[in-house]
Nanobody, 125 residues
Framework: QVQLVESGGGLVQAGGSLRLSCTAS????????MGWFRQAPGKEREFVAG???????NYADSVKDRFTLSRDNAKNTVYLQMNSLKPEDTAVYYC???????????????????WGQGTQVTVSP
């Protein structure tokens, strides 16, 4: 059973930065596709960014050029560097792993079979 633990969330002012981390319990990040999703109150969970097994990344249009996803295989950790944060980025951010199709970056919740517990990101105006 794969366990994912997110950290790094918090409260930041608009224009600020945060770095989220997601550490897996096994050699997951190098073997699976990894994704970051977020869910704001009253809204559906949405794709933010993902990295496939080969290392290629993909981003939602709303975060492109502001967020950067990276991976440290030795630490079994993926990171989401978030810059130029906006109030609309406020949400619970979730890390997810896709063991079924690691060669692509899925943008749908149902494509991922392991999830972390989430970390809150709040951006004040």
């Amino acid at each position: 059973q794969v366990q994912l633990v997110e950290s790094g969330g918090g409260l930041v002012q608009a224009g600020g930065s945060l770095r989220l981390s997601c550490t897996a319990s096994a050699r997951t990040v190098s073997a699976y596709a990894m994704g970051w999703f977020r869910q704001a109150p009253g809204k559906e969970r949405e794709f933010v960014a993902g990295i496939r097994r080969s290392g290629g990344t993909n981003y939602a249009d709303s975060v492109k050029d502001r967020f950067t996803l990276s991976r440290d295989n030795a630490k079994n950790t993926v990171y989401l560097q978030m810059n130029s944060l906006k109030p609309e980025d406020t949400a619970v951010y979730y890390c997810a792993a896709d063991s079924q199709k690691p060669w692509v970056v899925g943008r749908n919740v149902w494509e991922y079979d392991y999830w972390g517990q989430g970390t809150q990101v709040t951006v004040s105006p």
